[in-house]
């Protein structure tokens, strides 16, 4: 039927359709059957701008792909692209429909399940109590997560003796055992020769996952925690199928194990190296500047902390740059001492010259004046006095022979002593060119940029986020001014300190430059970098600083933002720079975060 082209038959048309289809008298409504039926197409909707930015603020991005989204969202609201936009909603809206939910029926009937089991130590207050501090997550994820790892140590936990009927296996005796009260005990039980081998392969492997692994995993809790959960589906596991049921789970973990061992040796290998390289430079290594013993101890507090490939490699940078240095301040000293020595020697060979004619001249003249007295007549005399002329005239000679060699070697001393004096500057130059900062040891400005370019590339290739956050300490001037230079010193080396010792392993510290410090936190968004400052901020009034016996409360001022993609260290810094003006601004002791469309 061809569409109706009079209004009255439009409406009319619009109308029964209303009717048929029982859709509410809405003008969007309306809006929609009139164009379908006048056959007439809707006009553009404008881009809601202002409520899509609105929605952009409140979008969680808690996870990596989620932040993706949102900052492509921001991105394209920014630059007015209203088709990225909308997809980039569209697809942060498939990523929040492709999450499964949490199984909560399932999680519901263990929680009954092992509520009403008994288990050792887990009283019923006590079974409560726990419960109750867990009810009080604050979203469903975290109540998940939280109510699972609660059922899981209570399911963990070994039964109240005389509450379960020892199971029915050859392999009770020792799986009934507490596995943290005694050693387990290996022993293969010949109901047959199957069962038997299957079940002392099943007491070994419990033997490594609660005896073994706990102790070559002490510093991994999420494989320890696995191994637990592992070894209590192996305790359930009572026959052989339900055994090879977790073989599966068990590639895995070995797998698991396999990369772990590879990081390990991966570390040794890097501490091995290390080692060899403090061994073959160690003549170099003959400290007699002050900075190269900080850069020591520095170093010496790397390598006596857990080790990590991170730290190796730091600490491996760092010996590098000591051996640098002082290799050249040995070089350069060397040097100026051989010229030096040059220099000295022509000098007194010079003077020792000059003493040997002065004296043969003397003796001449000497021997002159004596043939002039025993002269007899005026002709004898006239031989002597040329012979006189000609040996003053020599010794003249030789006297401007002397001084010009004595000219020439004073300049040459001149320009010795310049040269020596630029060598300091150089070498003084060449300690901005190495990565640490001598005052706090921290990472200088060229260790920062190549940390960042390091860390910005992992971010794009990962899609994830890096947040970076400028901090500068609170009336700093006032510290230097009251209790002196040195106290504003060891006021930036304990704010160093302490917010080093409060960073993960990946975080990335350095000093700027005056009192301020950049951080670099990769895989953070900015809620959570924000999060992470103001704890910064807790832990360092905690710490408290003295000077001159008293105590002295130091904050800092932080702006953070969060890095676009392609975009260079300066340009982020400049964007956290503006935000830790305005915490400045706005009362100091204070994180300011800046986005897209300005600080929050
Ligand atoms: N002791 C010490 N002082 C430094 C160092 N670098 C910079 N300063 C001093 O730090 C002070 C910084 O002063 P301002 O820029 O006025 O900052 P402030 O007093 O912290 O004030 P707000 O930033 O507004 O809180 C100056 O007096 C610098 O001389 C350093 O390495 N050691």
Redesign the pocket.
Known sequence: MPAPTQPSDIAREVLRLFASRRLPPTPDNFRTLYHEVSGIPAPDEPFPEKFVRTLARQLPRDTSERARLARLLDQALAVGKADVARQALAEYYDSLKAERPPAWNELIAELLRQWESRQAGWTVARKRESLERVLAASDPQTLHARLQALVRSWSQAPAEPGTTSPPDMPVQAVAAKPAETAAPEVRLVAASETGGLLAGLRELLLLTLESIAPVFLADQPELTRDAAEFSASVRRAQDAGALQAIAKQLRKFAYRLEMLAGDRAEVHTGLLNLLRLLLENIDQIVIDDQWLHGQMDTLRDIVGNPTSLRMIDDAERRLKEIIFKQSQLKHNHSEAQRSLKKMLAGFVDHLASFADTTSSYHDRIEECADRISAARDISEIGGVLDEVMRETLAIRDEARRSRDELRATRERVREAEAQMAEMQRALDESSHLVRHDQ?TGLLNRRGLEETFDKEAGRARRHHNTLSVALL??????????THG?????D??VHLARIVRANLRPQDTLARH???EFILLYPDTDLDQAHAALVRLQRELTRAFFLADDKKILITF?AGITAWNPGETLDAVLKRADAAMYEA?ETG?NKVVAAGMGGFT
Request: glycine letters at 12%; zero cysteines.
């Open positions: 005052l500068d300490i609170d009336n700093f001037k006032k510290i230097n001014d230079h040195q106290a504003g010193d006021a930036l430059g005056g009192e001022s400045k100091k």
